[in-house]
């Protein structure tokens, strides 16, 4: 565990050195990629939303060659059966006995795309090992490895054929993070990746090599689970939480879960900052996408224009910062 500040530096650079291996790929995303980091780092699991070009898979699956662990992709479709996620027991003609055959759903970082795509049932599935980190199939529970970590995705301008993820299951992501167009630099620096032989369909053409492990993962999210935050800090932290509630704005407020969702955030975003602590500006950096698939604002509110993030700033503005 991190002890000391100078403990904070050498840990916070190792996850450093993860981020600079993942920009050797995806460029213009630095926000995008600090916060899977923050994912990542608490034992989460995240979100992304864009449109179709913006290098979320590309985003992930360099994350996982960042780290050298196990990575899995399931493209979710209206006809894909939970079983098709987790695994299924099947009949071994040579021992007479049925054997479990593991699904796509067993590796240490998980794609999930298109989540919104699946029916109720298989998002249920998805849900379970989330949440309890291990799949049941028929009546057997199956443990998830450790660092089991899940990034879905979802298209927001896409809305034909999908199903919305219900509360329960949006609550269990970390973060909601929002994949934006690259800026005209970035965008020309992609340009020129691609013209050096670059390549999203052949990893032999990323460059990334591996800064970190599954051990050195779990190492750090135990190193992030000795960063102090202090009682003034943990009060501006219900402070925020308890501004949802009562809100005329909000049909949904957010829920305890999203008080030790933002302090585990908070903790992680000190940590790549290479502190040892917890200030308010964490809190406050990190707020937005801790809270804005948690809360729901009400059909008036939404015909007025107003959106989530919108609102949340209102509030952070309103909420006296401690110093």
């Known amino acids: 565990m991190v002890r000391t500040a100078a403990d904070a530096s050498a840990a916070g650079g190792a996850a450093g050195r993860i981020i600079e291996q993942v920009q050797r790929v995806v460029l213009g995303q630095d926000d995008v990629l600090r916060h899977m980091l923050v994912v990542l780092l608490t034992g989460g699991h995240g979100l992304i939303e864009g449109v179709p070009g913006t290098a979320k898979t590309l985003a992930v699956r360099s994350l996982a060659l960042a780290l050298n662990v196990h990575f899995g992709r399931v493209q979710f479709t209206p006809d894909l059966m939970p079983t098709d996620l987790t695994g299924l027991n099947v009949l071994d003609e040579l021992k007479h006995a049925f054997v479990f055959r593991r699904g796509p759903i067993f590796a240490e970082l998980l794609l999930a795309d298109e989540i919104n795509r699946a029916p109720a049932k298989t998002q249920a599935a998805l849900l379970e090992a989330m949440q309890e980190r291990q799949v049941t199939v028929d009546g057997v529970s199956h443990p998830l490895p450790p660092a089991f970590t899940v990034f879905a995705t ?28 690259p800026d005209a630099a970035a965008e020309r620096g992609i340009l020129d990746r691609y013209a050096e032989g670059f390549s999203a369909d052949r990893l032999d053409t990323y460059g990334i090599e591996p800064a970190a492990a599954a051990a050195e993962l779990l190492a750090l999210r135990g190193a992030v689970a000795a960063v102090h935050v202090e009682p003034r800090v943990r009060d501006y932290i219900v402070a925020i939480i308890r501004a949802t509630r009562g809100d005329a ?26 502190r040892d602590f917890v200030i308010p500006d964490d809190v406050k950096q990190l707020a937005l996408p801790v809270l804005r698939h948690r809360i729901r604002m009400t059909p008036e509110a939404e015909v007025e224009g107003l959106t989530a993030d919108a609102h949340l700033a209102v509030l952070l503005d309103r909420i006296e910062t401690p110093r």
């Open 249 to 274: 704005a909000l049909s949904l407020p957010a829920s305890p879960r999203a008080a030790v969702a933002l302090f585990s955030a908070a903790r992680a975003q000190a940590f790549l900052e290479e």
């Open 154 to 181: 979802q298209n927001p301008v896409e809305h034909e054929g999908t199903y919305p993820l219900p509360e329960a299951q949006l609550d269990r992501f970390l973060l909601k993070i929002v994949v934006d167009y």
